[in-house]
Structure formats: structure tokens, C-alpha cells
């Protein structure tokens, strides 16, 4: 079975501090797809990043980072210098092979104080 | 990018009715696309899969004859809960997977259902 864990529920920051959001996944597929996504507060889902099991690399984009790290089980996302638009919950989530049946965590709600 | 929409955005009903949702990939062809249900402060649980022209797939849990799920075409597929019961007010997101070689899946803005 797959799972996600997110075990931070709710961070709250100070614009301009830097957060990380915890994502730690079980599958025992071999081939499998990591996702971040941001929910703000109108619902829609914005995707961030889409990571393969076979791409370790991290990622930046802008303020965005992702860590991918097999050995751990993990697949973490850090935003620099936080913004008040940042402020929204955010989702890691865990599809296989063909990108069906994709099992979300529960979330981390983000508040970015000015 | 590709698009998909969903009909209505919003919609309330009263106890008992049917309220029927559409999920439309706009630019692509999605013979999979998936249903799931959010509550409040919670998490996204993916309720069914829906493949075009074949019975959709449900979770466990899960009730198919309250949850109707038609997929008639590779655009288009529909979520109908019957006798809606307060306990039905979500907000219900499907999502298109891309029938092409990348198997992407996009998701639609969601549906917030309220019963009353």
C-alpha cells in the first residue's frame, strides 16, 4: 500500500524566514512519482513539481527547493525567504508507475506572517 | 498547459436531491480520470476512478449507487450523488490523466457541494 506522511500539520513563519515541509512516503513500487502541491485559500490546486523514483536531483526553482532522498523515504520541500503569498496548504503526494491511484498526504497548512 | 473544468464551481441543494458534476479535459483526451472528495481542514481521498467507456473503480468505502460516475467520452466525465444528505457537503476535485505518452494528471478547480 502507498502512503504519505506529513507530519506537520500547521508551520507558521515570519516573511522573509526560510521553512521546510516534510513529506515521507511507503511504497514498495520501484517505479513511482512524487508530487507537491499548493492549495490556496480558493481550493484549486496549483502543481509545483512532479519528481520521478529514478531522479534523485534536487530542484530549484526560484525560492523553491525540493530534496529528494531515497534513502530515506523522503521528499522535502524548502521555500526561502518566505512570502505572505506563500501562505496556503500544501500537499505532497505519491502516484505509481502510470501516474494512477495517487494518495496524498495530510497536508501542511503555511502561514506566512508580514 | 493542459486544462480541465468543472461544472458547476458551486452549488447548494436540499436534502434528498441529486447534484450532478462534470469534469471536461478541454485540450487533451483522458480515457482515466479520477474523483476525489475533500472535507474541511482535511486531506484529498481519491473515491474513484473513472475509465471511459467501462464501470469506474471505487475505494473502499466508497458507495457506487450513491456515487454515479459516467465517463461517455475521452473528455467528459460525470459525478452524480443521489439523495444528497448534509453529510455529502464536500468539495469534490476530479482530475484528467493525460491518455498520451507523459500519463500527467491534471486537476480540475473542484466542486464545492453544500447540502441543506
Known amino acids: 500500500a502507498q502512503k504519505v506522511t506529513q507530519a506537520q500539520t500547521e508551520i507558521s513563519v515570519v516573511e522573509k524566514e526560510d521553512v521546510t515541509l516534510d513529506c515521507v512516503y511507503e511504497?514498495?513500487?520501484?517505479?513511482?512519482?512524487l508530487f507537491w502541491y499548493k492549495q490556496p485559500p480558493s481550493g484549486e490546486l496549483v502543481f509545483l513539481i512532479r519528481?520521478?523514483?529514478?531522479?534523485?536531483q534536487n530542484e530549484i526553482s526560484g525560492r523553491y527547493s525540493w530534496n529528494f532522498q531515497k534513502s530515506t523515504s523522503s521528499f522535502n520541500f524548502t521555500i526561502t525567504a518566505s512570502q505572505v503569498v506563500d501562505s496556503a496548504v500544501y500537499f505532497c503526494?505519491?502516484?505509481?508507475?502510470?501516474?494512477?491511484?495517487?494518495?496524498f498526504g495530510a497536508g501542511t497548512r503555511l502561514t506566512v506572517k508580514p | 498547459g493542459a486544462v480541465v473544468s468543472q461544472h458547476p464551481s458551486r452549488v447548494i441543494c436540499k436534502s434528498g436531491t441529486s447534484v450532478k458534476i462534470e469534469c471536461r479535459s478541454l485540450?487533451?483526451?483522458?480515457?482515466?480520470m479520477f474523483w476525489y472528495r475533500q472535507f474541511p481542514k482535511q486531506s484529498l481521498m481519491l473515491m474513484a476512478t473513472?475509465?471511459?467507456?467501462?464501470?469506474?473503480?471505487?475505494e473502499q468505502g466508497v458507495e457506487k449507487d450513491k456515487f454515479l460516475i459516467n465517463h461517455a467520452s475521452l473528455t467528459l466525465s460525470t459525478l452524480t450523488v443521489t439523495s444528497a444528505h448534509p453529510e455529502d457537503s464536500s468539495f469534490y476535485i476530479c482530475?484528467?490523466?493525460?491518455?498520451?505518452?507523459?500519463?500527467?494528471?491534471?486537476f480540475g478547480p473542484g466542486t464545492r457541494l453544500t447540502v441543506t
Open positions: 519528481r520521478n523514483s529514478f531522479d534523485e
Open positions: 503526494a505519491l502516484s505509481g508507475w502510470n501516474n494512477n491511484d495517487m494518495r
Open positions: 511504497t514498495r513500487d520501484t517505479t513511482y512519482y
Open positions: 473513472s475509465n471511459e467507456g467501462s464501470k469506474a473503480t471505487y
Open positions: 485540450d487533451f483526451q483522458a480515457t482515466t
Open positions: 482530475s484528467a490523466r493525460d491518455s498520451g505518452q507523459t500519463y500527467e494528471q491534471y
